[in-house]
Structure formats: structure tokens, C-alpha cells
């Protein structure tokens, strides 16, 4: 039963669109999407002009040298399609030459965490089958703020500016985004003149320019410089794959997921886990009983996340058990209202942090695009293409190097992922395209803002503001394991009564407002009207507009 909450905690009012809507983790990337669908663009069009700008403005949390997923409601077909823009790692990479330079663990920077950047020609596929527009005119808000320069905001100058720490000692990357090795700071101009010169090559020689001649030149040049892996063959052949999202129903809507070398599934597992009790005997979504509910559920997925999420072109593991019904049903079972789950065996990972943009567009046609993309840790490796503006990921940090593992570094496999576009349908309809971004605060920020609107009678901002919690300690694809229960961290906002009941649980409680909460964006379309809602995070410097 659903059933409202005060409105009074909202940050801000919902978007309405009766023609498209855009939504996205800053206000120039929300108005040149906007732009593109006023100029009769799709909603896929708007996507990739959206994201173009984002790498413009948002340097450290996605561009053209990451990855990408996403899911799109087709109104033509009226069916969903899904593509995979994962990059694998090169077929030169070798476990036992990566192990003899005495790691352990994959490094959090450098050439060897870098795979095949699937962006851009994530961008080609998605493009050629979904839009309509000229590149020209895709590109030419992102060139041109590029060129001239864009106003850094402030939720961004503080990520940028705590990225320098780590990342200073790769000359590259200090040459290209700081002055001197001084971030901009917030209401200050900066400009990538490289960057415009990339993307106007996109629009002369095509998207594919990208992975061949000098720019994949450049590219491999600055791997090796830093002890990566790269042939001129890996980015040649490298194609995403179009395939189909996993699924399960949740309250009467079918929540859909990309799955497998990504950690989508774990919000699945997450939901069927706890469908099976009933939430209206909770208070809301502060209730310490219900947040107990939530972590215990995530560290129960999260497991099996660790041991069973791979590259499925590696694998040989059927994970159609792990997300039915009546597996949840048993693993709810080991949940004890008044007790904290313990699993084994030893140490916890502290590494696990990302930063990513999630968008999400609606056009007047009735297309909705769900799209995530990211360079991982931050602005990524470090490996910078300074020569064309912008940085490679970090991706192949998740590889483990345990020969024993599900998830070991192999030659041209893809790495595990935390970035996961989110998709709802209610009656075989589009019902919402929604995204929490930020690394392993994802599925447990999905897994939120659902049972925000379809348990407790939220409205789509507000399902997006209230205070969330995260769990952190669970084991994970690197190969880490857990002997404890973890810490679970509590935005400033969370009620203090929620913070005494979950510490009387038994759970350790620290209270940060840290920003890794997750970035939340989402679009409902209304099933009568087809009358678009926008909503979008206050943790971050973004907005949703529609027309």
C-alpha cells in the first residue's frame, strides 16, 4: 500500500514536459539537450550532445575516454534495447607479466588500469539507430563551450580540486586541467581548446576517427608511457554489443537492469529480497527497521555480486538462480530483525569509489534514453591525451589478480562495472528512466529511490531527496572478502532516532555528508497523458527542464 510522505523535505518542485525533458548533473549539458529536442532531435540526439557537454564540464566524472551503458525505450517497436559501451582490456595484457611486478591487487592509476574507451563509439551505434540529427549539430554547443570556455560550478570544483591530490604526479594531466598545477575554482572560466578540436574531427572524419589513425596513435603512445597495455588492433576492432536487459517484478513494475559485467543485477537481487516483507508497517524511509532491512539485503546481494558478475563471454555461471523469487525468499530468511549479518571470510576494501554522470532524455515521440558513462575513479587513470583533451579510464582496476577468480584479468575481457542505467515499465509501457550514480552507492541508491515512490507514495524529486545511507564492507570483484559487518555511513539529514535505532541493531553508524550519496536523475512519464516528470539530485549542481 502506498502511502505519502510529507512533502515538506523536498528540495525543489517537479519538472514538467508535455513535449521532452532532460535531466541531467548540470545545467549546460540540461540545456543542450533541451536545445537539440526544440530542434527536432530525439531523444538519443539530445543523449550523446548531453554527454558530449558533460565531458566538457564535468572532465572529472566522465568523457571520451570512458565507458558507457544504456537502455532505451523504442516507441517504434515499443520494446526496450539495451547496449553494453564496456571496453575490454587489450589482447597484449598478460596476468602473469602484471603479477611479476609484485602486485597483488590491480593499482588505482596508471596505465595498466586502462581499457578499450567504449564511449564513443558507443555514441556511433547509438546514433546510427536511434538518431536523426547531424553530428554538426549534436556537437556544436559542446565545441563551442569547449572552446571559449564554461563557468566550473561548485559541487564540481570540489571533486576537481580533491582529484589533484592523487593525481599530480602524471605531468599530462597537470598540463591539461590545472593552471600550474592550481584547479579552477568555483565561478571561474575554463577551457579545453583540445577537446573542441577532438569533437570537431567527430563531425569532419566521423565518430569512428576516434580509434584509428592519430588519435588512437595518441592514445597508445600515453598507455605504454605508463606501463599499460594498447594496440592499434584493440581499438580497431573493439565494438559494443546490443543485448537484451534483466528484469524482475517488483510491486506490479517490471525494474529492468543491464546485467552481468556490471552490477545491475544486485539491485534485482536487492528487490526480490525484500518484497518479501512488508513495508507499510515501517514509518517511512528513515525507519531504522527498514533501513536495516535495505543493508542487510545489499550485503546479501553484494556477495554474490563479488563472486558471480563477470564479463558473461568469460563465464560459463547461469545467474537465472540468484535472481528468482525463491532464491530471495531464502536468502531474506537469514535476515534477523534485531541482529546484524556477519559474513566471512577476512578483510575489507576501502577502494571501491567512482565518479560518473548519469542522464536521462524523453522526446515527444515517446523516447526515453537511460545512459550512464563514466572514466571511474574520479577523471580516471591519470593517463591523459593532452594533445586531443582528455583522460583514459581507470576501469581494468576492478580486475582481480587471483587466477582463482571469476573476475581475473584475462586478455581482451571486459572489467566489472559499477555503472548501471535504470529502466520501469508497468503494463508493457514506459513508465521511468532513472540513474544513481556513484560507484557502489548505485544499486543501493536504485534499490532507494523505488521503494521511495512505489512503497512510501513519493513523488519523483522528493523519492530523490530524502536522506539515504549506504553500506560499505562487503566483499568485491577485486577479490577482497569481509569477516564483519561492515560500516553503515548516514547523511547529516538522517533523523537522529533513525541513527540510535540502526546503532542499537548493532550496526556501526557514521554520520558524513561526504558526497558519495549518489547522483539521482530520473524521468516518469504519465501512462494517461504521456505528460513527462522530471526530478534530479540537490547533491549535486544539475537541474531537469522540460518543454
Known amino acids: ?13 517537479v519538472s514538467y514536459g508535455a513535449n521532452g525533458m532532460v535531466a541531467t548533473s548540470h545545467p549546460l549539458a540540461t540545456n543542450t539537450g533541451l536545445e537539440i529536442l526544440k530542434s527536432g532531435g530525439t531523444a538519443m540526439d539530445a543523449a550523446i550532445s548531453a554527454n558530449a557537454m558533460l565531458g566538457v564540464v564535468e572532465p572529472n566524472s566522465c568523457g571520451v575516454g570512458g565507458d558507457l551503458f544504456a537502455i532505451i525505450w523504442d516507441p517504434n517497436e515499443k520494446k526496450l534495447h539495451s547496449l553494453n559501451g564496456s571496453g575490454p582490456l587489450s589482447l597484449t595484457a ?30 556511433q551505434f547509438l546514433h546510427k539507430r536511434f538518431g536523426k540529427l547531424e553530428l554538426s549539430q549534436i556537437f556544436k554547443s559542446p565545441i563551442e563551450y569547449a572552446e571559449s570556455g564554461f563557468v566550473v560550478t561548485d559541487v564540481i570544483a570540489g571533486y576537481w580540486e580533491e582529484e589533484l591530490k592523487s593525481l599530480d604526479r602524471f605531468q599530462e594531466f597537470v598540463d591539461l586541467y590545472t593552471d600550474k598545477g592550481r584547479p579552477p575554482q568555483s565561478g571561474e572560466i575554463f577551457k579545453n581548446r583540445n577537446l573542441a578540436m577532438l569533437y570537431s574531427g567527430f563531425v569532419d572524419n566521423g565518430l569512428d576517427s576516434f580509434y584509428k589513425g592519430a588519435i588512437a596513435d595518441e592514445i597508445i603512445k600515453k598507455v605504454r608511457k605508463y606501463d599499460g597495455f594498447m594496440e592499434p588492433k584493440d581499438l580497431l576492432d573493439y565494438e559494443p554489443e546490443w543485448l537484451d536487459a534483466s528484469s524482475t517484478n517488483y510491486r506490479g513494475r517490471d525494474i529492468w537492469e543491464i546485467g552481468q559485467n556490471n552490477q545491475g543485477l544486485t539491485v534485482l537481487q536487492m528487490l526480490n529480497i525484500i518484497e518479501n516483507h512488508d513495508l507499510s508497517k515501517f514509518k517511512g524511509p528513515t525507519d531504522p527497521g527498514y533501513l536495516h532491512l535495505l543493508i542487510e539485503a545489499k550485503k546479501l546481494a553484494f556477495e554474490d555480486r563479488a563472486n558471480f558478475y563477470i564479463d558473461p563471454r568469460f563465464s ?49 515521440h515517446g523516447m526515453m534514453v537511460s545512459l550512464i558513462q563514466s572514466n571511474y575513479r574520479g577523471f580516471g587513470s591519470g593517463v591523459v591525451v593532452d594533445k586531443y583533451g582528455f583522460g583514459l579510464q581507470s576501469r581494468g582496476e576492478l580486475f582481480s589478480l587471483n587466477d582463482q577468480h571469476a573476475n581475473v584479468l584475462y586478455p581482451g575481457k571486459r572489467p566489472f562495472h559499477t555503472i548501471i542505467p535504470g529502466f520501469v515499465t508497468q503494463h508493457d509501457c514506459p513508465l521511468m528512466s532513472f540513474g544513481v550514480m556513484g560507484a557502489d552507492m548505485q544499486p543501493q541508491g536504485h534499490v532507494q529511490v523505488l521503494i521511495n515512490q512505489f512503497d512510501f507514495g513519493m513523488d519523483i524529486q522528493l523519492a530523490g531527496d530524502v536522506p539515504r545511507v549506504r553500506h560499505e564492507g562487503s566483499s568485491t570483484p577485486k577479490g577482497h572478502t569481509v569477516s564483519n559487518s ?25 554520520v558524513t555528508n561526504d558526497g558519495l550519496y549518489g547522483g539521482y536523475q530520473a524521468i516518469l512519464r504519465n501512462l494517461n497523458t504521456g505528460v513527462y516528470s522530471g526530478a534530479t539530485e540537490p547533491r549535486k549542481d544539475g537541474c531537469a527542464l522540460g518543454y
Open 94 to 123: 598478460s596476468l602473469q607479466e602484471v603479477k611479476g611486478r609484485g602486485l597483488k591487487y590491480m593499482p588505482l592509476r596508471g596505465g595498466l588500469t586502462v581499457t578499450v574507451p567504449g564511449c564513443v563509439k558507443s555514441w
Open 316 to 364: 560459463e555461471i547461469s545467474l537465472d538462480e540468484i535472481l528468482s523469487k525463491e532464491y530471495a525468499a531464502k536468502q531474506y530468511k537469514k535476515i534477523h530483525p534485531n541482529k546484524v549479518l556477519n559474513l566471512s571470510p577476512a578483510q575489507r576494501d576501502t577502494n571501491l569509489a567512482g565518479d560518473t554522470v548519469y542522464l536521462t532524455v524523453a522526446d515527444q
Open 486 to 510: 561492515g560500516f553503515v555511513y548516514c547523511e547529516f539529514s538522517m533523523p537522529k532516532e533513525s541513527i540510535a535505532g540502526l546503532s542499537a541493531i548493532g550496526h556501526d553508524v557514521k
Open 1 to 13: 500500500m502506498q502511502r505519502p510522505f510529507s512533502n515538506q523535505l523536498s528540495s525543489r518542485s
